[in-house]
């Protein structure tokens, strides 16, 4: 038995999760929810089906707390935020298989979602200090600008990379000297409730509070909660969308991060073998379930033949397997509402008229029978097919030739997203032209995923709204008050 498997089956968790409020955790009076292991089938706890009184507590519970910690001193949230790295830090190999368990995404690629988090707590926690507003002489006084905290926000988040979610969504919120009510995916809970436990020994009580359960129960009573003052919402276009009416009709500030369909550019200089093992990885990490996937791959003509002979042998080549073996790099989807999605797309596609050139199908793993684990799957299309256009959140690309670099430019845009694109060439004003022409809130050049600590995160178009990740995010999480201050009241009679 290998380490990872050994550890896999040390994890326990509790019989049921109550929902985390106000510091503890709270019985859940309207029920519970299987967390179940998306590869075998295996009911492995139970988590709150949180409702509309549950949300009531939490956000009571937040807005109590908010009157203190809107007054902590940045040092002392600083001092606070980097207790939680510490504490994610040093849970991280546990933390990481409970996430494998609960999405079924590979043990391997699974420190890269804790590392982003760690390193997005010291981020914040370093931003703050340095988060100062302005402030100069104006006659006879002082014009002073600060940016006070919003109050209580509501954050919600979907399945797919659940700590990097929960840390883009926390840390800067508390840095800035909110408190929180988070709603996290039903399908991925169990590593945020096992965080709860760690900040029960680190934050002031009502400061973050979760509620799990269902987005229509939930979700919708937390974004209709008249005393919250910010909506964040990282998942789909259509409940983005949603919330983002909400926000429209509450006028209350709001951050959206939505799906994409990013473009992936290969010019005619690249190593082949690099470019190559680079798409196959930008489309295969996470399962493929990836907001930021690299799933519309544009090749140059005059590598095309020999560049996708050895993708679609590479595609052959990648392990699809068990999550918890640390040498699988696909493993399942989170459940079979997705597993079918995707399927649903792969028979669209065909029916399209674009041509398969491998993978396509469901493959038993044994162990894992209950499992939607789906081949990396090629097609070769053109860009206006709704398999070009529509996010499918599986391991599955659509491949376009093309010429002439306007041409694949103008290509590459057309499409409802702009979150993310990729391009691969030596030649560096290829890559920048290109770059700054593309409508893409992150480009990568030559490495696809290259997230780095404070690069600004978020969506050009459909994609969304607002930018996490970065510096930004405390303008996300604050609003300036301009305080002018008049040494001496005007003289007597002056209003004539
Ligand atoms: P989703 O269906 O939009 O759900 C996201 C979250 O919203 C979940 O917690 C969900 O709850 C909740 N929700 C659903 N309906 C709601 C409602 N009416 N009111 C309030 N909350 C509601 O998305 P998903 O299926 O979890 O995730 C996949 C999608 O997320 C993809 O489209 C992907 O592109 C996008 N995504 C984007 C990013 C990004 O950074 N831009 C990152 C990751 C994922 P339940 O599902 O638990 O019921
Ligand atoms: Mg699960």
Redesign the pocket.
């Known amino acids: 038995m290998n380490t990872t498997t050994k550890l896999a089956k040390e994890i326990s968790f509790d019989a049921q999760y109550g929902n985390y409020i106000n510091g503890e955790f709270a019985n859940c009076e309207s029920g519970y929810i299987d967390a179940v292991n998306p590869a075998t089938g295996e009911v492995m706890s139970q988590i709150a089906r949180g409702n509309k009184d549950d949300i009531d507590r939490a956000v009571e519970a937040a807005g109590v707390a908010f009157e203190t910690w809107s007054t902590t001193t940045i040092e002392e949230r600083s001092a606070y935020l980097h207790k939680i790295a510490n504490a994610l830090e040093e849970n991280k190999e546990r933390l990481c298989m409970i996430d494998c368990l609960d999405t079924g995404r590979p043990i391997y690629e699974l420190a890269v979602d804790y590392n982003i988090a760690i390193n997005q707590f010291r981020y914040f926690a370093s931003a703050i200090l340095t988060y100062e507003g302005t402030s100069r002489a104006i006659p006879d006084g002082q014009l002073i600008v600060q940016k006070d905290p919003l109050g209580v926000c509501a954050q919600?988040?979907?399945?797919?990379?659940p700590m990097i979610?929960v840390s883009f969504k926390l840390a800067p919120a508390l840095a800035t000297g909110n408190t929180i009510v988070m709603?996290?995916?039903?399908?991925a809970s169990l590593s945020t409730l096992e965080l709860a436990k760690l900040l029960k020994d680190i934050l002031p009580k009502g400061v973050v509070n979760f509620v799990t359960?269902?987005?229509?129960e939930a979700?919708?009573a937390?974004?209709n909660h008249p005393n919250i003052h910010k909506l964040s919402?990282?998942?789909?276009?259509?409940?983005?969308r949603?919330?983002g009416k909400t926000a429209g009709e509450r006028l209350l500030p709001v951050t959206l991060?939505?799906?994409?369909k990013s473009p992936h550019i290969i010019f005619p200089d690249v190593d082949i073998e690099r470019a190559v093992e680079n798409v196959t990885f930008g489309y295969c990490f996470y399962n493929g379930?990836?907001?930021?996937l690299g799933s519309r791959v544009f090749v140059h003509d005059a590598i095309y033949d020999e560049f996708m002979g050895k993708l679609v042998e590479r595609a052959k080549t990648v392990k699809v397997g068990d999550p918890t073996d640390p040498s699988t790099r696909v493993s399942t989807l989170i459940n079979e509402k997705?597993g079918k999605r995707v399927l649903g797309y792969i028979e669209m596609a065909k029916e399209e008229g674009a041509k398969l050139l491998v993978g396509g199908n469901r493959v038993t793993v044994p162990n894992n029978e209950h499992g939607y684990f789906i081949e990396p799957t090629i097609f070769e299309a053109t860009n206006d097919m709704r398999i070009s256009q529509e996010?499918i959140?599986g391991p599955v690309i659509t491949v376009m030739r093309w010429n002439d670099v306007d041409t694949v430019i103008k290509e590459a845009n057309d499409v409802g997203f702009g979150?993310a694109a990729g391009i691969m060439t030596n030649n560096l004003e290829n890559a920048m032209k290109t770059a700054n022409k593309l409508q893409a809130g992150s480009v990568w050049i030559n490495q696809y995923f290259s997230f780095q600590t404070g690069a600004p995160?978020?969506?050009f178009k459909n994609?969304?709204l607002g930018r996490?990740y970065g510096k930004e995010a405390l303008d996300e999480y604050t609003q300036a008050k301009s305080i002018a201050v008049n040494f001496n009241p005007p003289p007597a009679g002056f209003f004539g």
């Open positions: 919600i988040i979907p399945w797919n990379v979610m709603k996290p995916a039903e399908d359960g269902y987005g229509v979700g919708d937390l974004i919402f990282t998942g789909s276009e259509g409940v983005g949603l919330i991060e939505l799906g994409g379930q990836s907001c930021v997705q996010e959140f979150l995160f978020g969506g994609s969304g996490e």
